[in-house]
């Protein structure tokens, strides 16, 4: 069975704090993505990642193809980081979405 | 910009009246992906396009169906929409398996 699981559920910082979320999954994915979700509203794509790492301003995701895990890393968080991160793992044309990660930061 | 539209924003309808949700795309994505998102869970994946192709997903209900006419656009019908249907709805593109998805901001749909 696909499954993908994300840790925490829930997350509190303090703006300006390293924040890392963790994401593991089972064989066969073509794509690992990061994905972000404001209260209410629509879903943003933040990385898609077959291998090694990326940033993108203050967001970095990495993976290890071999130990089936992937984490997304925010450098000094802000308040407007806070949302909903979902890693959501690629089997082919479908994707399969871990449960998300609250993240609250606090000024 | 290129981009995934979802309409309408908020749509709010009776028990049992049919409703058609609707999305439409720019950029050409030949895949078209209709994902229902509950409170607090993760968004469920109830069909997709491959082109003309449609794949159901085993377990969405018979009660929703959905038609996609052209590459642009997509749509979502609710046959007899219940009270657990109220949800939100995703619509989301990709142009294959090497490329990321392009998500609309969604449709919340209140049953009353």
């Known amino acids: 069975k696909n499954e993908v699981e994300q840790s925490p559920q829930n997350l509190t910082a303090q703006e300006g704090e390293f924040i890392t979320i963790n994401c593991s999954y089972s064989?066969?994915?073509?794509?690992l993505h990061w994905l972000q979700q404001h209260p209410g509203g629509g879903i943003v794509s933040l990385f898609m990642?077959?291998?090694g790492k990326k940033k993108h301003g203050r967001l970095i995701a990495t993976i290890n193809i071999q130990e089936k895990h992937s984490s997304l890393h925010i450098t000094a968080s802000h308040p407007r980081d806070s949302a909903v991160y979902i890693c959501a793992a690629r089997y082919g044309n479908k994707l399969v979405f871990g449960a998300g990660t609250i993240l609250r930061v606090k000024s | 910009d290129a981009m995934v539209i979802q309409n309408p924003r908020y749509q709010v309808t009776q028990f049992g009246k049919p409703v058609t949700l609707s999305c439409s795309q720019t950029?050409?994505?030949?895949?078209m992906y209709w994902y229902q998102q509950k409170s607090s869970q993760a968004p469920k994946l109830l069909f997709h396009y491959y082109d003309k192709d449609f794949n159901n997903e085993a377990d969405t209900p018979d009660n929703f169906q959905s038609r996609r006419p052209n590459t642009s656009f997509c749509f979502l019908d609710i046959r007899s929409p219940g009270l657990g249907d109220a949800a939100m709805y995703l619509c989301?593109?990709?142009?294959?398996?090497?490329?990321?998805?392009?998500f609309g901001s969604g449709t919340r749909l209140t049953v009353v």
């Open positions: 990642l077959s291998s």
């Open positions: 950029l050409n994505h030949n895949v």
């Open positions: 064989v066969g994915i073509s794509a």
């Open positions: 989301a593109t990709s142009a294959g398996q090497r490329n990321g998805y392009t």
